[in-house]
């Protein structure tokens, strides 16, 4: 077990196989030292985590589901990796999506659960830069969709 998969599971967080694309794409791509991961959808071991802020779903609740996001990107940082997970160097951008309403207002909020997650289980090497957005619906209804650029060896 690498050391930051021992963090994670310090944390109750144990990473799942990678999906497979559900589309024509690939899950990563590597170019040098950097791996752009394609955007990872609010689901977890019981499913799809559905929601539009501002209409049916919260704050926290929208946070939680950018966490799954974060936990669901760093499983592909895994597999890109050969499985080695401590070649990741850190973090350097995250783009989050928020399914939400027009008058929705606080996407960085719901984009911190992933954010701060991050930071907790790799310290220093999961600041980022980041941009949180709007978005009128997301693929099946997911109330978040991240994709990141990390740092690997």
Do not use: W
Not at 26 to 38: K, N, R
Not at 62 to 67: E, F, V
């Amino acid at each position: 077990m690498s050391a930051i998969e021992s963090k994670l599971a310090d944390l109750g967080v144990t990473l799942s196989d990678a999906p497979a694309p559900a589309a024509n794409y690939v899950p990563f791509v590597q170019v040098g030292e950097l791996l752009h991961v394609s955007g990872q959808i609010s689901m977890d071991a019981n499913g799809l985590i559905t929601g539009k802020l501002g209409e049916n779903m919260d704050v926290e609740a929208g946070a939680k589901a950018a966490k799954t996001c974060a936990i669901n990107l760093l499983s592909q940082v895994k597999a890109a990796c050969g499985g080695d997970l401590d070649r990741m160097v850190r973090v350097i951008k995250l783009t989050g999506f928020v399914n939400s309403t027009g008058d929705f207002t606080d996407q960085p909020k719901v984009i911190n659960g992933a954010s701060d997650f991050l930071v907790e289980a790799l310290g220093d090497a999961g600041r980022h830069a980041r941009s949180a957005v709007s978005a009128a619906s997301l693929p099946l209804g997911v109330a978040v969709e991240i994709e990141g650029i990390f740092q690997i060896r």
